[in-house]
């Protein structure tokens, strides 16, 4: 029993050493990043006179001659002036135009780049007309005024506008001379550059049909956003965004066939990268859609952001509470959508309600929604989401200074199926297969924001991952999907694992050194030469045993440790690890569990094994009670049923553990600890549990709760109400009964029941008056020895006296047999002639009445009592005080820690998979009525057959 505390200590020590690494590995500081950049918004830009470069994500300023067009992102000619020249100045990619005025009598050819002289000085026409500066592909000198005629369409502002402008809408009925239409643009034929080919048309719905589509949409739009990009570079940005758009649109693939509309981009790229705000691979005056292939952005390490973030602070400048965003949205042909606050551009679960919508943006809140959406002929019914046309969105992280003006973080997407970062997503695609039979569409599945701490920094985070999965669907056909959008708030746990690991690995090399001590030790007791198979089965079960003692203690830290970081403050410091991380400690979850298990079992088979003998010390002369000459039977079954009684008696009631870690989880709402998300006043949203956190919270209510009771057991209850051991012990000293117990072949322990008043079976008034005499030590004490008050041992007996007992038990069993129903142990005279004869020889041996078979009373050796050595033993025996209650290992009383943690294992594995407190409290319950009514029904036969005390009266 002192050797089982003292490892115990050793192995809570060392699980506290080890894991105190883990602990200071998984502390984190507040949250926060920088190496954001400033942005205004288009309106922002336009009330200031200025315009919004979407390319640059800055306001610029429009020179001489120019204003800011309607669209507020580009500047533009004034009604009367013309473009001069256009160039692209870097390191920006900023588009540079110069405007010349043209004279009074003057206007504006219709593609802004020559003056053209009115008729008479006067530059109107009548109704119905409109001026014209050009015929075919040559500017007039003098402008008339005619209708629009062919290759034309009135574009309003007194101009006809050439097809390419009005995607060969009302008016437009052909090319004119001098261009090619290709696609839906009408391409000047002094341009060099080549059409795509016809691979670059091709979109992979595979799943629907053939897979491979020939798109009616990319054969009408890419050839002109193409050759309209390379060859106006800088200033037709409306083609280079339609360029990217269908990039997006073939999930950035460049593997269809020879060209797609990505390989056409990187072409483009090739001749205009750069490094701008720091991201390498941003191009000049395009639209960035790809991350270098050598930078990888989730583990990016500069980031730091100005302000902080808090679980529960509302926010002002620089302290905030939610995470922002914002998308820079474009439409199918390129238009700027404008800069727009994300409010559903990350789902198609619409609408959605009002205190849950933006749950997900208060930070360190892990999210989750989904829906089911009914597809019908192209149409998503149960969805509020516009599917006419889709949006092209580029997401990005907002951020304040110290001013509390927006700075922006560009946050990478990663396309299921896309091995690079990429900068662009959609959430439907319902146009590339139009006309195609049967005609697929494309929806996003799973839309998944994943907010990653970095490893070791001081608060700072990894940037924000956008994660988009496609299904293809036909929409030919009514039928449902799932769509989902989620966000995970998660922490480099490397280290956590590497940390568990080794802790696990440390604690398994010293239960095998533990192991082997105790199995040794075990050999030696059972004096027993059998090849070594004996000693390898108690080792295998000794390093069980210290093996899943080690790991309550090293899963139980763990637990704790991430409870305590995860409720620390309202500031976030660490995340416990999510679903897919969880997998190594349920692993060790469950191999504790098992083997501890294993252990009760093993209690149960061993408590009810070992051998009982009750020694009667009344003198057989002395009794004129029951038979002639013979001592009454009544001593020995009063004694006999105690120690049954005793067998299951704990210091610690199951139920009321149970029941009270119920009622903490419950009624004084200790599951708020357990929370993966804080607690928030602005939003309604539960994301539920983690597991690893309600572990730590079981842990925490099933120690405290034990270490309680146990304390008032020891302190309290044993001293000023009942202590059932040594009611035991004053109850053999009053039946004149001694106990002896052989846990192996040659130890165990000894319960000294000799009366120090004489005979037991004497009248009331003369028990009263020796205990009275007793209490006033004025007679002999209870000891063993002479003068000495211990009376439990354990002892270490000669194998003679084993050889010697085991000859006089086998004649006793041979006079035995089982009862009729399996209730008792029935026995014949010659039976009770040997039980009596056995009880003899006991007496003799423990009053030194044989010269060869003696013992001595010794102090145990800090040695021996830290190893739990067997003593040599050749002619004298060995019996050690038990002044630590050693004695009950052989009860449920002394095995309480083992018996703690069975149920706590049971009870925390039960959780694991049910999430349900109520589930695992039953399931612990239920187990552990097992293992007691085991205990009991075993133990009673064991008893029952080597007593010769009938069942009947072991109640």
């Given at each position: 029993?002192r050797?089982?505390?003292?490892?115990?200590?050793?192995i809570s020590?060392?699980?506290g050493?080890?894991?105190?690494v883990?602990?200071?590995?998984q502390?984190?500081r507040?949250?926060?990043?920088?190496v954001?950049?400033?942005?205004?918004?288009?309106?922002?830009c336009?009330?200031?006179?200025?315009?919004?470069?979407p390319?640059?994500l800055?306001?610029?300023?429009?020179?001489?001659?120019?204003?800011?067009?309607?669209?507020?992102?580009?500047?533009?000619?004034n009604?009367?002036?013309?473009?001069?020249?256009?160039t692209?100045?870097?390191?920006?990619?900023?588009?540079?135009?110069t405007?010349?005025?043209?004279?009074s009598?003057?206007?504006?050819?219709?593609?802004?780049l020559?003056?053209?002289?009115?008729?008479?000085?006067?530059?109107?026409?009548?109704s119905?007309?409109?001026?014209r500066t050009?015929?075919s592909?040559?500017?007039?000198a003098?402008?008339?005024?005619?209708?629009?005629?062919?290759g034309?369409?009135?574009?309003?502002?007194?101009r006809?506008?050439?097809?390419?402008?009005?995607?060969m809408?009302?008016?437009?009925?052909a090319c004119?001379?001098?261009?090619?239409?290709?696609?839906l643009?009408?391409?000047?034929?002094?341009?060099?550059?080549?059409?795509?080919?016809?691979?670059?048309?091709?979109?992979?719905?595979?799943?629907?049909?053939?897979g491979?589509?020939?798109?009616?949409?990319?054969?009408?739009r890419?050839?002109?956003?193409?050759?309209?990009?390379?060859?106006?570079?800088?200033t037709?940005r409306?083609?280079c965004?339609q360029?990217?758009?269908?990039c997006?649109?073939?999930?950035y693939?460049?593997?269809?066939?020879?060209?797609?509309?990505?390989?056409?981009?990187?072409?483009?790229v090739?001749?205009?990268?750069?490094?701008?705000?720091?991201?390498?691979?941003?191009?000049?005056?395009?639209?960035?859609?790809?991350?270098?292939?050598?930078?990888?952005?989730?583990?990016?390490?500069?980031?730091?952001?100005?302000?902080?973030f808090?679980h529960?602070?509302p926010?002002?400048?620089n302290?905030?509470?939610?995470?922002?965003?914002?998308?820079?949205a474009h439409f199918?042909?390129?238009?700027?959508?404008?800069?727009?606050?994300?409010?559903?551009?990350?789902?198609?679960?619409?609408?959605?309600?009002?205190?849950?919508?933006?749950?997900?943006?208060?930070?360190?809140?892990?999210?989750?929604?989904s829906?089911?959406?009914?597809?019908?002929?192209?149409?998503?019914?149960?969805?509020?989401?516009?599917?006419s046309e889709?949006?092209?969105?580029?997401p990005?992280?907002?951020?304040?200074d110290?001013?509390?003006?927006?700075?922006?973080?560009?946050?990478?997407?990663?396309?299921?199926?896309?091995?690079q970062?990429?900068?662009?997503?959609?959430?439907?695609d319902?146009?590339?297969?139009?006309?195609?039979t049967?005609?697929?569409?494309?929806?996003?599945?799973?839309?998944?924001?994943?907010v990653?701490f970095?490893?070791g920094?001081?608060?700072?985070?990894?940037p924000?991952?956008?994660?988009v999965?496609?299904?293809?669907?036909?929409?030919?056909?009514?039928?449902?999907f799932?769509s989902?959008?989620s966000?995970?708030?998660?922490?480099?746990?490397?280290?956590?694992?590497r940390?568990l690991?080794?802790?696990?690995?440390?604690?398994g090399?010293?239960s095998i050194?533990?192991?082997?001590?105790?199995s040794?030790?075990?050999?030696?007791?059972?004096?027993?030469?059998?090849?070594g198979m004996r000693?390898?089965?108690?080792?295998a079960?000794?390093?069980?045993r210290?093996?899943?003692?080690?790991?309550?203690?090293?899963?139980?830290?763990t637990?704790?440790?991430?409870?305590?970081m995860?409720?620390?403050?309202?500031?976030?410091?660490?995340?416990?690890?999510?679903?897919?991380?969880?997998?190594?400690?349920?692993t060790?979850?469950?191999?504790?569990?098992?083997?501890k298990?294993?252990?009760?079992?093993?209690?149960?088979?061993?408590?009810s094994?070992?051998?009982?003998f009750?020694?009667?010390?009344?003198d057989?002369?002395?009794?004129k009670?029951g038979?002639?000459?013979?001592?009454?039977?009544?001593?020995?079954?009063f004694?006999?049923?105690?120690?049954?009684e005793?067998?299951?008696?704990?210091?610690?009631?199951?139920?009321?553990?149970?029941?009270s870690?119920?009622?903490f989880?419950?009624?004084?709402?200790?599951?708020?600890?357990?929370?993966?998300?804080?607690?928030?006043?602005?939003h309604?949203?539960?994301?539920?549990?983690?597991?690893?956190?309600?572990?730590?919270?079981?842990?925490?209510?099933?120690t405290?709760l034990?270490?309680?009771v146990?304390?008032?057991?020891?302190l309290i209850?044993v001293?000023?109400i009942?202590?059932?051991?040594?009611?035991?012990?004053?109850?053999?000293?009053?039946?004149?009964?001694?106990?002896?117990v052989?846990?192996?072949?040659?130890?165990g322990?000894?319960l000294?029941?000799?009366?120090?008043?004489?005979?037991?079976?004497?009248?009331?008034l003369?028990?009263?008056?020796?205990?009275?005499?007793?209490?006033?030590?004025?007679?002999?004490?209870r000891?063993?020895?002479?003068?000495?008050?211990d009376?439990?041992?354990?002892?270490?007996?000669?194998?003679?006296?084993?050889?010697e007992?085991?000859?006089?038990?086998?004649?006793?069993?041979?006079?035995?047999?089982?009862?009729?129903?399996?209730?008792?142990?029935?026995v014949?005279?010659?039976?009770?002639?040997?039980?009596?004869?056995?009880?003899r020889?006991?007496?003799?041996?423990?009053?030194h009445?044989?010269?060869?078979?003696?013992?001595?009373?010794r102090?145990?050796?800090?040695l021996?009592?830290w190893?739990?050595?067997?003593p040599?033993?050749?002619d004298?025996?060995?019996?050690?005080?038990?002044?630590?209650?050693?004695?009950c290992e052989?009860?449920?009383?002394?095995?309480?820690?083992?018996?703690?943690?069975?149920?706590?294992?049971v009870?925390?594995?039960?959780?694991w998979?049910?999430?349900?407190?109520?589930?695992a409290?039953?399931a612990?319950?239920?187990?552990?009525?097992?293992?007691?009514?085991a205990?009991?029904?075993?133990?009673k036969?064991?008893?029952?057959?080597?007593?010769?005390?009938?069942?009947?009266?072991?109640?």
């Open positions: 029993g050797a089982g505390s003292f490892w115990g200590g050793v020590r060392a699980s050493l080890t894991l105190l883990l602990g200071v590995t502390c984190r507040v949250f926060g990043i920088g954001s950049f400033g942005v205004d918004s288009t309106a922002q336009v009330r200031q006179g200025l315009f919004f470069d390319a640059r800055a306001c610029g300023s429009c020179g001489d001659n120019q204003q800011v067009a309607p669209s507020g992102d580009r500047c533009i000619c009604s009367n002036s013309i473009v001069t020249s256009t692209v100045r870097e390191p920006r990619g900023a588009v540079v135009i405007c010349s005025q043209c004279l009598t003057e206007q504006v050819s219709f593609d802004g020559t003056c053209v002289t009115c008729p008479g000085g006067v530059c109107t026409c009548t119905g007309e409109v001026n050009r015929t592909a040559t500017t007039l003098t402008s008339d005024c005619l209708t629009c005629g062919a034309f369409g009135e574009g309003g502002d007194q006809c506008l050439p097809c390419a402008y009005s995607d809408g009302s008016g437009c009925l004119p001379s001098g261009t090619t239409q290709q696609g643009d009408c391409i000047n034929d002094a341009n060099t550059a080549s059409p795509p080919a016809s691979s670059a048309f091709i979109v992979d719905f595979a799943g629907v049909g053939s491979l589509v020939d798109s009616t949409l990319f054969r009408q890419l050839p002109g956003a193409y050759i309209n990009c390379v060859t106006n570079l800088g037709n409306t083609a965004q360029l990217a758009n269908l997006a649109l073939q999930l693939t460049d593997s269809l066939g020879s060209q797609t509309a990505c390989t056409l981009y990187k072409q483009i090739t001749f205009n990268t750069t490094n701008r705000h720091g991201f390498p691979g941003w191009p000049l005056a395009l639209p960035w859609l790809f991350y270098d292939a050598e930078s990888s952005p989730d583990t990016a390490t500069d980031i730091q952001l100005t302000g902080s808090d529960a602070t926010r002002s400048t302290d905030v509470s939610q995470l922002e965003f914002v998308v820079h199918l042909n390129g238009s700027f959508a404008g800069v727009q606050r994300v409010t559903s551009q990350f789902e198609l679960c619409l609408p959605v309600p009002e205190r849950l919508g933006f749950a997900w943006t208060y930070f360190g809140t892990t999210f989750g929604r829906c089911t959406i009914h597809l019908n002929n192209s149409a998503l019914v149960d969805s509020n989401v516009p599917f889709p949006l092209f969105y580029e990005y992280l907002v951020d304040f110290a001013s509390g003006n927006e700075l922006l973080y560009p946050m990478p997407v990663r396309i299921d199926g896309v091995s970062f990429v900068r662009r997503y959609f959430l439907f319902n146009v590339s297969a139009v006309g195609q049967p005609q697929p569409v494309r929806v996003a599945t799973s839309v998944d924001l994943t990653k970095q490893d920094g001081n608060g700072k985070i990894f924000p991952v956008l994660a999965a496609y299904a293809v669907l036909d929409s030919s056909t009514p039928q449902t799932v989902s959008f966000v995970t708030y998660t922490d480099d746990h490397d280290d956590f694992g940390t690991e080794v802790a696990v690995i440390v604690m090399i010293v050194v533990l192991a082997y001590i105790r040794r030790a075990d050999r030696e007791r059972d004096r027993r030469d059998d090849g000693m390898l089965t108690s080792f079960y000794e390093w069980t210290y093996f899943s003692t080690s790991l309550y203690y090293v899963l139980g830290l637990g704790l440790i991430f409870l305590t995860a409720n620390r403050d309202s500031a976030a410091y660490t995340t416990p690890p999510n679903d897919d991380q969880d997998n190594e400690f349920e060790w979850l469950i191999v504790a569990a098992s083997f298990i294993i252990q009760a079992c093993f209690i149960v088979f061993q408590q094994r070992y051998d009982y009750l020694i009667d010390w009344e057989e002369t002395a009794t009670s038979e002639a000459g013979k001592p009454s039977i009544w001593r020995t079954l004694a006999a049923n105690e120690l049954q005793l067998s299951t008696i704990r210091k610690v009631p199951y139920q009321f553990l149970v029941m870690v119920l009622f989880w419950y009624v004084v709402r200790a599951d708020d600890l357990a929370s993966q998300n804080p607690r928030s006043s602005q309604d949203y539960d994301g539920g549990d983690n597991s690893i956190l309600r572990f730590g919270v079981a842990t925490m209510l099933f405290c034990y270490v309680g146990w304390l008032y057991h020891k209850y001293r000023l009942d202590d059932p051991y040594g009611s035991f012990q004053d109850l053999c000293s009053l039946s004149n009964i001694s106990v002896l052989l846990t192996n072949d040659c130890r322990f000894y000294h029941g000799m009366s120090p008043h004489g005979p037991a079976e004497v009248s009331l003369k028990m009263t008056k020796q205990l009275e005499e007793e209490a006033d030590d004025l007679g002999k004490r000891g063993l020895v002479e003068n000495s008050d009376q439990v041992f354990e002892i270490h007996i000669q194998e003679s006296v084993r050889r007992y085991n000859a006089l038990l086998d004649e006793v069993n041979q006079s035995t047999r089982q009862g009729g129903r399996g209730t008792s142990w029935t014949d005279a010659n039976a009770m002639n040997q039980y009596s004869k056995l009880n020889f006991f007496k003799a041996y423990l009053t009445s044989f010269s060869d078979k003696d013992w001595i009373v102090e145990k050796t800090n021996e009592r190893v739990s050595s067997t040599a033993i050749e004298t025996a060995v019996f050690f005080p038990d002044r630590f209650g050693g004695m052989v009860f449920f009383l002394g095995q309480e820690g083992a018996i703690f943690i069975f149920e706590f294992f009870f925390t594995l039960t959780d998979y049910t999430q349900n407190f109520v589930a409290a039953a612990t319950i239920i187990c552990t009525m097992i293992i007691h009514s205990r009991r029904n075993l133990g036969d064991n008893l029952a057959k080597k007593t010769l005390v009938n069942k009947c009266f072991l109640i």
